[in-house]
């Protein structure tokens, strides 16, 4: 025991402490895909088979799933923070001069860390789910939650599998590259994630809209009105990418 704490005060010592924590980032990341697994399959199966104990599985499988995601982006934001370049992400989207302000904006500056962020609104989104409708009844409330599980373990997944924001630069860099002077704007910090909010929010619609689909009460009218809510999105996002005179926009490409 006692050679085996050498080594890893001598790994410490040589990766540097900020290296060592980096190193926890895949853990929690991989956790929560498989808590979001049991948040997505066990509550749902419960509520189909009227067993309360697998239903009650639901809030705090949602809450600890949460939690994780919580710790991954805390050790990602850290990593930026204390400018450990011997994570490739953190390397390729920060350097030595980037004042500390953008270094946090820097964590969701390109795909893995944008991806992470909006995994930890959607856990956000589903906490609050989870607290605010105890009133509900348990089969709903356990397909609702189960339906957002579902979600997430889609993004979480992909998130791990093919865009791990926590891969490695061995041996680490002594400086990095620079973020996107683009995205160097005191809006662009508070930007995405408000607008992560509005956009991930509507995942809650689609599950109160997916467990009311599977218990069989939706109106015909109530169902077409599932769909409005999308519909500004869509209408938007064709007007950003078309100008009137039909060229496409630099808003939209």
Not at 83 to 109: C, E, I, M, T
Request: with cysteine; glycine share 10%; aromatic share 10%.
């Amino acid at each position: 025991i006692q050679g085996l704490a050498m080594r890893c005060g001598w790994l410490a010592g040589s990766l540097g402490a900020g290296a060592v924590i980096a190193n926890l980032g895949p853990g929690p990341a991989y956790i929560g895909v498989g808590i979001a697994y049991l948040v997505g399959t066990l509550p749902l199966v419960g509520a189909q088979r009227g067993n309360a104990r697998w239903m009650a599985v639901a809030r705090p499988a949602a809450y600890a799933q949460c939690a994780f995601v919580v710790f991954a982006f805390a050790l990602l934001t850290h990593a930026f923070v204390v400018q450990d370049f011997s994570v490739a992400y953190v390397a390729q989207n920060s350097n030595l001069k980037l004042p500390v302000h953008y270094r946090f904006s820097a964590v969701w500056g390109a795909h893995e860390g944008s991806l992470l962020l909006w995994v930890l609104v959607l856990n956000l989104w589903t906490v609050a789910v989870a607290a605010l409708s105890r009133d509900l009844p348990a089969p709903f409330m356990a397909r609702v939650l189960s339906v957002m599980g579902v979600i997430a373990l889609g993004f979480q997944a992909f998130m791990v599998l093919t865009s791990n924001p926590f891969l490695r630069h061995i041996p680490g860099l002594a400086d990095g590259n620079d973020l996107n002077p683009l995205l160097q704007d005191f809006g662009l910090i508070v930007h995405p994630p408000i607008l992560y909010l509005g956009y991930v929010g509507f995942s809650v619609a689609f599950a109160f809209a997916v467990a009311a689909l599977i218990e069989g009460r939706v109106e015909r009218g109530s169902r077409r009105a599932i769909w409005l809510p999308s519909s500004p999105l869509h209408a938007g996002r064709r007007r950003s990418r078309v100008t009137p005179d039909g060229e496409a926009s630099l808003l939209g490409s």
